[in-house]
């Protein structure tokens, strides 16, 4: 294994001061195995601890992978049904609704492609202040069956795509069910354990020498020097992973290699294809969305799937190129999400010795008259918008309205300035293409996908991300 890149290290340093994390670890792979790996700044502060590629981070949203992997290997052995419906594999006080109390009916399926309907949720977190957390769970939640209770879809499954947390919960509790054992016990013993990462573990909290301690605010949730290691997941199916990068290198070769893992099938390569291929995605002119757990975009020029993962001290990415066989994990213990993002890219850029991406902030040529229609509709969607979808009708769209400042700003010739959008840590701008109202996206986060406006009787809307929908009235 060599080192990490001399550029490579340098750009890394670089996004650390600026952003003001304390501590990274990153590695690129490819199918055969780890190509290099290093750590970068501060696992702990007050230890004097530095960050190795052995070190502990929490990895958020990541842990949707290892969920997503236990669910299609019971799929594979014909102990779960990605067909069937949901409600059938719960027992009825768990069973999920409507709005108005009846039961919802969706496949499985459609819990790994967040198109069940369900809500963003992050029911199943304690934050270490009763009174936050809850406020932020709806009532006092001790474990994976409270956070699953009392579940109702907003909107008919597979009309939307909606990032869910409680979808994976839910999925997680059904495979564990599917065992007769604990959800923690269960995934180790079905995936952590045969894929070899032998330094990974799903639980609530980790804390000491070795491990990453995380850093930043609950609230606002922003980066900063204070541990926030007083968080708990207590419905870790969602968020609950802990381990570093050399173990989800091992889990992305899995993947990279077909379902293959040390000479030995764990997933059938049918069910690998199926969860990398785009199944879900909001609007038919966006090239990004979701397979089965994993996100699935076009970047440079090729498909790559992945995951990333952000919560309070804690920002993450898997990423990998299926085609081309490299992938890349980078883990942080600060909120920034654009560090680990940007990291990320450049690591596939040097495993494919691609130059740096710099053709994302500039329009293509256009005529005159075209510069005037981008430049109307630029003066016609620009205002103030609200997040749809993510919460349930009411008290939640309130909050949201409440919480949430989003502001698309046209600067000139049809770009795009957005402010305020959750998860793009900072600024985003939508660049003009070819073709009127499609954008591609210069951001720190998720760099290089595209967006779309739709304007409808009831306003604007305006799609862009994974799951992300904004309106304006």
């Known amino acids: 294994m060599q080192q990490v890149p001399a550029g490579l290290q340098s750009a890394i340093q670089r996004l650390l001061r600026e952003r003001q994390i304390f501590g990274l670890a990153v590695c690129g792979f490819d199918r055969k195995g780890v190509r290099f790996a290093g750590g970068f700044g501060y696992a702990d502060l007050d230890r004097g601890e530095r960050v190795t590629e052995d070190t502990i981070f929490r990895v958020g949203s990541i842990s949707k992978l290892l969920t997503t992997a236990f669910v299609l290997k019971l799929?594979?052995?014909?102990?779960?049904?990605?067909?069937?419906?949901?409600?059938?594999?719960?027992?009825?006080?768990?069973?999920?609704?409507d709005q108005a109390g009846q039961p919802a009916e969706f496949e499985l399926r459609r819990l790994l492609s967040h198109s069940?309907?369900?809500?963003?949720?992050?029911?199943?977190?304690?934050?270490?202040?009763?009174a936050l957390s809850y406020l932020a769970n709806g009532g006092h939640v001790r474990n994976l069956t409270d956070a699953i209770t009392g579940l109702k879809v907003n909107m008919a499954p597979g009309k939307r795509v909606v990032y869910s947390n409680p979808a994976f919960?839910?999925?997680?509790?059904?495979?564990?069910?599917?065992?007769?054992?604990?959800?923690?016990?269960?995934?180790?013993?079905?995936?952590?354990?045969?894929?070899g990462m032998t330094d990974s573990a799903f639980t609530p909290?980790?804390?000491g020498p070795g491990v990453a301690t995380p850093y930043g605010a609950l609230f606002p949730?922003?980066?900063?020097?204070?541990?926030?290691?007083?968080?708990?997941?207590?419905?870790?199916?969602?968020?609950?992973?802990?381990?570093?990068?050399?173990?989800l290198a091992r889990f992305g070769q899995m993947l990279l290699n077909q379902g293959q893992s040390g000479g030995e099938e764990y997933l059938t390569a049918k069910i690998v294809?199926?969860?990398?291929?785009?199944?879900?995605?909001?609007?038919?002119?966006?090239?990004?969305?979701?397979?089965?757990?994993?996100?699935?975009?076009?970047?440079?020029?090729?498909?790559?799937?992945?995951?990333?993962?952000?919560?309070?001290?804690?920002?993450?990415?898997?990423?990998?190129?299926?085609e081309d066989g490299v992938g890349a994990v980078v883990l942080t213990n600060g909120y920034s999400l654009a560090v680990p993002h940007q990291v990320a890219a450049r690591v596939l850029e040097h495993l494919l010795e691609l130059p740096a991406d710099t053709q994302l902030t500039s329009a293509p040529s256009m005529t005159r008259a075209e510069t005037k229609d981008w430049e109307a509709l630029g003066r016609r969607i620009e205002g103030s918008y609200q997040l749809r979808d993510s919460t349930p009708p009411g008290l939640g769209e309130l909050l949201n309205r409440f919480l949430l400042r989003i502001s698309v700003t046209h600067e000139a010739a049809g770009r795009l300035r957005i402010e305020g959008s959750p998860g793009s840590d900072g600024p985003a701008w939508l660049i003009p293409?070819?073709?009127?109202?499609?954008?591609?996206?210069?951001?720190?986060v998720d760099n290089g996908t595209n967006a779309v406006v739709d304007e409808q009787p009831d306003g604007v809307h305006l799609w862009l991300g994974f799951a992300t929908h904004l309106h304006k009235r």
């Open 75 to 97: 799929a594979d052995s014909k102990q779960l049904d990605l067909d069937r419906d949901t409600n059938s594999y719960l027992p009825e006080p768990l069973r999920v609704t």
């Open 221 to 247: 949730l922003k980066v900063g020097s204070k541990p926030v290691d007083r968080l708990r997941v207590l419905a870790t199916p969602m968020g609950g992973l802990t381990t570093n990068v050399s173990d």
């Open 169 to 195: 919960n839910l999925a997680g509790f059904i495979a564990a069910q599917a065992v007769g054992l604990p959800f923690e016990q269960a995934v180790q013993q079905q995936v952590l354990d045969p894929l």
């Open 116 to 130: 069940a309907g369900l809500e963003f949720g992050v029911r199943g977190v304690d934050s270490g202040n009763v």
């Open 273 to 322: 294809d199926s969860a990398m291929t785009l199944k879900e995605r909001n609007h038919p002119a966006l090239d990004q969305g979701f397979g089965l757990g994993l996100k699935v975009r076009t970047w440079r020029g090729r498909r790559s799937v992945g995951h990333d993962g952000n919560m309070p001290g804690v920002a993450a990415q898997l990423i990998l190129c299926p």
């Open 205 to 207: 909290q980790r804390r």
């Open 433 to 444: 293409t070819s073709t009127l109202g499609q954008y591609r996206i210069a951001a720190g």
